[in-house]
């Protein structure tokens, strides 16, 4: 994907794109700061997002029963999580070892 290219872009939104498909080569955005993935009918966390380890907020509001796994514990520069209306009873213990998380 030409997105790709982008190698100095801070801040990509791909909100309300059902069924998406991220591409491994994600992790080539080494100044990704801002991932939004809003409603996009995720039920686990694309895998090439936890190879972001620039990235400070991440979006996944309106994701329902989203699961997420232990290595996001791996993204340590994590100021945001947003997890509006995902439906999660209670929040993963691996939350709490996002050790710069500001707002949740």
């Known amino acids: ?60 509001s309106g994701n329902k029963g989203i699961h997420l796994p232990e290595e996001l514990s791996e993204l340590t520069n994590i100021r945001v999580l947003n997890l509006w209306t995902t439906d999660m009873a209670t929040v993963h213990p691996v939350v709490w070892k996002l050790t710069q998380l500001e707002w949740l």
Do not use: W
């Open 1 to 60: 994907p030409v997105v790709l290219a982008l190698s100095h872009l801070q801040e990509l939104d791909l909100q309300m794109n059902y069924e998406i498909s991220l591409p491994n080569g994600l992790c080539r955005l080494n100044n990704l700061k801002i991932l939004t993935l809003d409603f996009c009918s995720l039920r686990a966390l694309p895998s090439p997002v936890l190879k972001l380890p620039q990235l400070e907020e991440l979006n996944l």
